[in-house]
């Protein structure tokens, strides 16, 4: 119970269902409760019992997948539960490989031409519910689907009550229950109470009736059928029962007399061996009579004495060919008999085989399907795992080239700000140096202008020149100083430009490599769709052969248990007809010992004959001395006959030769 309960939540979990209080509820009663059930179609087992209770069509497919395997519950209730179409499909379609459930209730359920589609696939591939209740359903709606249930139930050899109540069910579908009732031989109870049938479908259900053998009840009322038509059916239906119980009386007698039969065998077999011992006792003592009386009393009593044994001897013979001739027709029958169930079991052995094969070669077939799947499968994965690797490596490698590109961007801006640095510092110490200098010329310049103003004191003449020229070369200076310094500007102006070109080529390049970064993870963001749409393939593929295999492993258990079912029937036939023929050897060795031992003993006696006659002609003169003792002696040995003749009432004709010869 606990093993089931845990099954069905995990079921539940897997298609993300909640599991339905109603079932873990019967699944947590502590034991199974009694199925009830009417009829031969009840069996004592636990019960489910989910009636009135409302059930979609994902629960119905999960509780069926859950009692596909089950083998606790041995009676069904789901009465009333609204079930629709595919729920009801999805049920019946685990109860297929269901070896446990003996009663289905489906009453009020609604079921039209799917449901019937579902419950001839039932009926068709279940081997062991006898009891199915269908009242208030509308299965007739549809002919070809109650068709179909029809020619299920022709085939099914399980089913012992079928409920057919309120369906709507017309002439034509009586005439596919008819037809039905023709191939079926062990429904006994079939209840169609309120439908159409009419005249003409009661005719098509008299009709199969009368081929029927094993229907021993049936409810047709309110159907429009004639008064004569019902009787007729209940004329029928009552020729099965008595036929039945009839067929039942004579198999019972028949073993009785069986039974009897061996009993007497082995009664006369035992009198048999009695009657031969009795008879060597017999030749023992007339052996020791002979050794000790050395002598005949006379030729005639002589004579006597063989004829009495020689008629003793053909009685003896005339019983044993009348039982070897019983025990020869009785063995000849039987092997008779034997002989055609042989060749009847070797037929069906025969057919069992070949459906063992073709069988086999189905199961064969599914397995390579099945394998050719799983192939596809795995080179899916096998694609898959390709795929992947290949995009991972894409997106590793485009990220790698992003990284080295944006190194490089970041190195090439490094390099072009280090470059500018060092010519802006270049620029500025060349400046400072230029500075430095003009202002170490102006005051060099300065000192000449001072030492000339010193001298001007001695020298006032010279000095206006002197001042002049100096004044020229100042001026020359400052105007060459000037030049120099815009030539300086010019060439740092333009290095500027340059750097800002070489800057804006880098940014440039910088947005190019930015694109191709956004690019590569746009492609990157394709791929890793790509492989979820792949992925989500997979899994439906995974759950399509999970599918497959689920129903592969049902078909191929479902017909390992048929074809172990038959094996066993088989097995056992096989080893019946083992015993039979040890018998029937045991009793043919058991005949030639006998015959072997009539043989020896008519020898014997012949020889004893022919010794006793010897013996009469030779001691014909010592026959009146010792007449007085053989008289006694047979007197003796005659007492002894009767003794034991009087104790074996059954040996009637010994009874009475001895009486004869008294």
Same mark, same amino acid.
């Given at each position: 119970?606990?093993?089931? /309960? ?12 909640? &599991? ?20 031969g #179609?009840?069996?004592? #087992? ?9 059930? &979609? ?19 069904? @209730? ?16 685990? %109860?297929c ?20 589609e ?26 070809? @689907? *109650?068709?179909? %249930? ?11 009550? %079928? ?6 069910i ?14 079926n ?19 098509? +259900?008299? !009709?199969g ?5 094993a %229907? ?30 009839s ?14 039969? #061996? ?5 006369h077999k ?37 004829r009495?044994?020689? =008629?003793?001897?053909?009685?003896t ?6 039982a ?8 000849? /029958? ?9 060749g009847?079991?070797?037929?069906? +052995? ?8 073709? +069988? ?7 397995e ?22 290949d995009?991972r ?15 490089r *961007? ?10 500018r640095?060092?010519?802006? =510092?270049?620029m ?20 000449? /202008?001072?030492a ?31 030049? $120099?310094?815009?030539q ?16 804006e ?8 490599h ?14 890793l ?7 989500r393939?997979?899994? =439906? ?34 080893t019946?007809? !083992? ?20 043989? $020896? @003993? ?7 004959i ?16 010792? /007449? $007085?003792? $053989? ?17 074996? &009432? ?11 010869r008294?």
């Open positions: 119970m606990d093993a089931l /309960r845990r099954l069905y939540v995990a079921l539940c979990t897997e298609g993300r269902q909640e &599991p339905l209080d109603c079932v873990l509820r019967q699944m947590r009663e502590d034991g199974p409760s009694e199925g009830g059930g009417g009829g #179609g009840g069996s004592e #087992g636990a019960r489910l019992d989910l009636a009135g209770q409302g059930i &979609p069509a994902d629960a119905c497919a999960v509780l069926g997948r859950a009692l596909a395997d089950d083998s606790l519950f041995a009676e069904l @209730s789901l009465a009333d539960c609204m079930l629709s179409e595919e729920g009801a499909a999805a049920l019946v379609q685990g %109860l490989s269901n070896v446990r459930v003996r009663v289905l209730d489906l009453k009020g359920n609604n079921l039209r031409g799917r449901g019937a579902a419950l001839a696939k039932l009926l068709r591939q279940n081997g062991s519910i006898q009891r199915l209740i269908l009242e208030w359903n509308s299965l007739g709606v549809s002919d070809a @689907s *109650f068709s179909l %249930l029809a020619e299920s139930l022709g085939v099914n050899s399980s089913l012992v009550q %079928l409920d057919l109540r309120n369906n709507q017309d002439a034509r579908g009586a005439g596919d229950i008819a037809t039905a009732l023709r191939r031989g062990t429904l006994q109870e079939l209840d169609l109470r309120w439908n159409n049938l009419g005249l003409l479908g009661g005719r098509a +259900l008299l !009709e009736l009368l081929q029927n053998r %229907l021993v009840r049936l409810e047709a009322a309110g159907n429009n059928i004639p008064s004569d038509i019902i009787k007729a059916m209940e004329q029928a239906v009552c020729r099965t029962t008595e036929r039945n119980a067929a039942r009386e004579a198999q019972g007698r028949t073993q009785l007399l069986t039974r009897e039969i #061996g009993h007497l065998q082995h009664e035992k009198q048999f061996l009695d009657l031969m011992d009795t008879i060597e006792r017999q030749k023992e003592e007339m052996a020791r009579s002979n050794r000790l009386q050395m002598s005949e009393s006379n030729a005639k009593l002589g004579e006597h004495r063989v009495e044994l020689g =008629e003793l001897l053909r009685r013979d005339d019983e044993r060919v009348t070897k001739k019983t025990y020869a027709h009785t063995l000849a /029958r039987e092997r008779e008999e034997w002989s055609r169930r042989e009847k079991l070797q037929t069906e +052995l025969s057919t069992a085989r070949e459906n063992n094969i073709e +069988l086999q070669h189905k199961a064969a077939e599914l390579r399907r099945c394998h050719v799947q799983q192939e596809q499968i795995f080179q899916l994965k096998q694609d898959l795992t390709h795929s992947a690797a995009l490596l894409r997106v590793t490698q485009a990220e790698e080239r992003v990284e080295e590109e944006k190194k *961007f970041k190195q090439n801006l490094e390099d072009a700000e280090s470059l640095q060092k010519e802006v =510092e270049h500025n110490r060349h400046l400072s140096e230029s500075e430095r200098c003009l202002q170490e010329r102006i005051q060099r310049l300065e000192n000449t /202008r001072l000339l103003e010193e001298d001007l004191c001695q020298a006032r003449a010279a000095l206006v020149t002197e001042r002049a020229r100096a004044e020229e070369e100042l001026a020359k200076a400052r105007s060459q100083a000037r030049h $120099e310094e815009r300086r500007t010019t060439q740092l102006e333009e290095r500027c430009r340059l750097l800002g070109l070489a800057r080529e880098a940014e440039a390049r910088a947005a190019q930015a694109q191709a970064a956004a690019d590569a993870g746009a492609r990157n963001a394709r791929l769709l790509d492989a979820e749409a792949l992925k393939r997979a899994e =439906e593929l995974s759950h399509e052969l999970a599918g497959k295999r689920e129903e592969v492993a049902g078909e191929v258990q479902r017909v390992r248990l048929e074809m172990q079912e038959k094996i066993g029937h088989l097995e056992a036939e096989r019946h007809q !083992e015993g039979l023929r040890e018998k029937i050897a045991a009793l043919e060795r058991q005949l030639k010992g006998q015959a072997s031992s009539h043989r $020896e @003993s008519l020898r014997d006696r012949d020889a004893e022919a010794s006793l006659r010897e013996s009469v002609r030779a001691r014909e003169a010592e026959a009146t001395r010792a /007449r $007085e003792e $053989e008289a006694q002696r047979a007197r003796g040995l005659q007492a002894a006959v009767l003794t034991y003749l009087h104790g074996a &009432p059954a040996l009637s004709p010994l009874a009475a030769s001895a009486h004869a008294t």
